[in-house]
């Protein structure tokens, strides 16, 4: 009855199937995982937001590198803007998608050490090989309160870091480029400025990572699942649909050979009785 399912068409349907069922289970914890990261990373944020600032230099020194659990806390520092070597990182956006530039500029510490501040974003100007205009920062001695961050990388931002770009210009915010270029000891990783708030017609303020939603990826690995479970359900309509094809191809074959055939047992006269000749 069912040994159509050992034809070559079958076999290799059956095979699909079982190969499928492993791939969209791992697919589905795939994205469970990437759901339980996206928790995981919003309750970092918050707590680290929300824990009281400290000096920055308690949490990285030059050539450090700011690991996952200091990233977004907040932290102080107290030193002077040195101006004269303020970059800005090309391509990135404001709170509303406008493309700009952000405002890097080395604070030079009362040790002597450089800490890089993201004063925040501006637009960039019309002619991208030109300085765009950057409000100054403020003079003298200041204190500023911010967020600490790592130093970007190609391989973790996905941002290209290309050469060849115009003077104080670059792709990345990275401590170890820009001690090579000041040829001073900056700490590692970097701060976005969020206090004191720069006064109107300054660099606008980069906004808090978001730490509220948790995206579509529980709902996807949900899909996956579901998705695995269909494939042997489908698998046994398949069979029991060609099964009944079958059936109903043979039963209308059978009926066509008995509509066919002669009542008379082969006699093309049909049994009646022939006139003598004459």
């Known amino acids: 009855m069912y040994r159509f399912v050992l034809t070559r068409q079958w076999v290799c349907l059956t095979l699909l199937a079982l190969l499928l069922v492993p791939v969209m289970i791992e697919l589905g914890f795939w994205q469970f995982h990437r759901h339980e990261n996206r928790v995981a990373q919003n309750g970092l944020i918050a707590r680290n937001l929300a824990a009281p600032p400290v000096p920055v230099t308690s949490l990285t020194s ?7 659990a200091d990233l977004w806390r907040r932290v102080t520092a ?50 991208q090989r030109a300085y765009p205009a950057v409000p100054p920062a403020p003079r003298g001695q ?57 006064a109107a017609g300054g660099p606008e303020p980069i906004g808090e990572p978001d730490h509220d939603s948790i995206g579509p990826h529980m709902a996807y690995a949900v899909q996956w699942w579901l998705f695995t479970a269909g494939v042997p359900l489908g698998w046994v309509i398949l069979v029991r649909r060609e099964k009944r094809d079958r059936e109903q191809a043979a039963a209308a074959a059978a009926g066509a050979g008995a509509s066919g055939a002669d009542p008379s047992g082969g006699d093309p006269s049909g049994g009646a009785e022939q006139p003598a000749p004459a």
């Open 62 to 68: 030059p050539g450090h590198t700011v690991p996952r």
């Open 142 to 198: 200041v204190t500023v309160t911010g967020r600490l961050k790592a130093d970007e990388t190609t391989g973790a931002s996905g941002i290209k870091d290309l050469k060849g770009l115009p003077d104080r210009q670059v792709m990345l915010i990275n401590s170890a480029q820009q001690s090579a270029l000041l040829h001073e000891p900056v700490l590692g990783g970097y701060v976005e400025l969020t206090d004191p708030v720069p």
């Open 78 to 127: 107290t030193g002077t803007y040195d101006t004269a070597h303020e970059v800005v990182v090309r391509r990135r956006t404001s709170s509303d998608d406008r493309l700009g530039v952000h405002v890097l500029t080395p604070l030079v510490l009362t040790d002597g050490r450089v800490l890089l501040v993201n004063r925040g974003w501006v637009p960039a100007a019309d002619d």
